[in-house]
């Protein structure tokens, strides 16, 4: 009887849903989030400023920005935010 109501108390204890829970961090398909730093953020801003000087001439930008060109298309790939002030420039 003692087993049954242990069992009982385990099974109340236990979140029943995954926003109780948390990330399952463990998962190998866990994507963690992005958070940019602050040198980060000012490289954004400062290829913004050249994008619209060089018209939109992306090796170009990323040469004046200081940025390899592939760093910026990691951030097309990975920030919205980002995208989305391309698009408007």
């Known amino acids: 009887m003692d087993n049954e109501t242990d069992e ?7 979140p029943e849903t995954q926003q109780e829970q948390g990330p399952d961090i463990f ?8 958070i940019d730093q602050q040198r980060t953020k000012e490289k954004k801003g400062l290829f913004l400023h050249y994008f619209l000087l060089n018209r939109g001439v992306i090796r170009k930008t990323c040469k004046d920005a200081g940025i390899h060109h592939d760093t ?16 408007l420039l």
């Open 8 to 14: 009982k108390q385990i099974e109340q204890k236990q």
């Open 72 to 87: 910026f298309y990691s951030w097309r790939q990975t920030d919205p935010d980002f995208v989305k002030k391309l698009h």
């Open 27 to 34: 998962n190998e398909n866990y994507v963690w989030p992005k």
